[in-house]
Nanobody
Framework: QVQLVESGGGLVQAGGSLRVSCAASRRTFSTYAMGWFRQAPGKEREFVAA????????LYADSVKGRFTISRDNAKNTVYLQMNSLKPEDTAVYYC???????????????????WGQGTQVTVSS
């Protein structure tokens, strides 16, 4: 069992930056692939970014490519999502998730992730 706790959400103006973090409970964090997903009110959950166990491979949704950066610090059992040039349409609850395997291009599929955090709200004002 892996417990994931997100933090760092908040209110930011359009064009601004925000970094959200996700701390994992297990020392075996370094063996998990990690992903970020988001869900806006009235919309389905969507993939944002994913990173493999070592940080050597990443995957991004087209909507955030070039603006968001996913990274991880295995010594701190933490994965980060740096969000720059934020837009009002980035407003959502952001969830981190852990998967026991890295699926490369398929790592954007939410059902492949076994563990999920409770989410952190990110609001971008126009």
């Amino acid at each position: 069992q892996v417990q994931l706790v997100e933090s760092g959400g908040g209110l930011v103006q359009a064009g601004g930056s925000l970094r959200v973090s996700c701390a994992a409970s297990r020392r075996t964090f370094s063996t998990y692939a990690m992903g970020w997903f988001r869900q806006a009110p009235g919309k389905e959950r969507e993939f944002v970014a994913a990173i493999n166990w070592s940080g050597g491979s990443t995957l991004y949704a087209d909507s955030v490519k070039g603006r968001f950066t996913i990274s991880r610090d295995n010594a701190k059992n933490t994965v980060y999502l740096q969000m720059n040039s934020l837009k009002p349409e980035d407003t959502a609850v952001y969830y981190c998730a852990a998967a026991t395997s890295w699926y490369s291009r398929r790592s954007n599929v939410g059902s492949l992730y076994e563990y999920w955090g409770q989410g952190t709200q990110v609001t971008v004002s126009s």
